[in-house]
């Protein structure tokens, strides 16, 4: 659940049942109870009157008399909230309905199922899907997360991490983290990560300010293709309209950017002889080497 949600929740709740234990709310929102009370600190610095008490009968609680004023904010403002929520309890699951549907009765607005988003493939990953979950987990629990990375070469090794976002580009997860092992921001993609667990370890480190492709562990590279018309099909479904430009054979030039990694040269290698890389000389030079040795697979 991100984070807002949950404050609004710790509201909805506490209006409900007038006092609750953190460590009833870190159990039911799968936190610490050090999350819950820096949660308590946010809503008191929003001028939410809560407070907490020690003892045998202690909690967290609100003022007696306390509303939430839904007429702080305006009707558009009411609907750009649930149009978000919407779109986001599509990605994130039943935390984000739940919430929605509370504040759709609070705004006393229906809601329209307007969107529907699936980041999914058409086969069913359950080891992606669970790896995606242990990390959002610790995240919003600030907590170092432990696992065996594979890099762009195949190469093996064991990272720890602060992870601090998760990223969704060009139809690939990424991790952006802090890693112990270099010392610096870098981001990892999910796909490549195994054995994920979270260690006990937590952290205090928030996102950099200025977020840069440098911190990837690859390389940008600029390519210009042309691609065969009878590539049509694949050249409007994998390039974005600004990229492409007809000529008057009826061939694509396209201009794209991507990771200069070792996906790059196979991913062009699957268009076969309906493609040619025009620059840089580079990628030209590779493509060709892997051809010919591709070749001698044949001899």
């Excluded at 929740?9 to 039911?28: D, H």
């Excluded at 049509?232 to 200069?260: H, L, M, Q, T, W």
């Excluded at 990694?261 to 493509?287: D, M, N, Q």
């Amino acid at each position: 659940m991100q984070v807002n949600n949950r404050l609004f929740e710790i509201v909805y709740i506490l209006l409900q049942k007038k006092k609750v234990t953190a460590k009833e709310l870190a159990e039911r929102f799968e936190v610490s109870t050090r999350t819950i009370y820096r949660d308590v600190e946010t809503l008191s610095r929003a001028n939410v009157p809560i407070y907490a008490t020690q003892g045998k009968d202690g909690g967290i609680a609100l003022l007696d008399k306390y509303v939430l004023n839904k007429t702080i904010l305006s009707e558009e403002e009411q609907n750009q909230i649930l149009f978000a929520l919407q779109s986001m309890k599509n990605v994130s699951g039943q935390n984000e309905r739940g919430v929605l549907e509370k504040l759709s009765t609070l705004f006393n607005k229906a809601v329209n199922d307007w969107i529907k988003i699936d980041f999914s493939g058409w086969e069913k990953d359950s080891a992606q899907e669970t790896k995606f979950e242990i990390i959002k987990k610790a995240i919003l629990n600030k907590n170092r997360i432990e696992f065996v990375y594979y890099n762009s070469n195949g190469e093996e090794n064991k990272r720890v991490v602060e992870p601090l976002q998760i990223w969704f580009k060009d139809k690939s997860w990424y991790v952006m983290s802090y890693c112990k092992l270099k010392e610096n921001y870098r981001i990892f993609k999910i796909a490549r990560m195994k054995e994920v667990k979270i260690l006990k370890e937590q952290f205090e480190r928030e996102l950099p300010k200025e977020q840069k492709d440098e911190q990837c562990d690859f390389k940008i590279i600029s390519l210009k293709l042309e691609i065969s018309k009878a590539m049509a099909y694949r050249v409007y479904d994998e390039f974005e309209n600004e990229s492409i430009r007809k000529k008057e054979n009826g061939n694509f030039i396209v201009k794209v950017d991507y990771p200069e990694t070792e996906w790059v040269y196979c991913y062009l290698l699957s268009f076969g002889e309906y493609a040619k890389v025009l620059s840089p000389k580079k990628a030209r030079k590779i493509i060709k080497h892997k051809l010919e040795k591709s070749l001698e697979n044949y001899l």
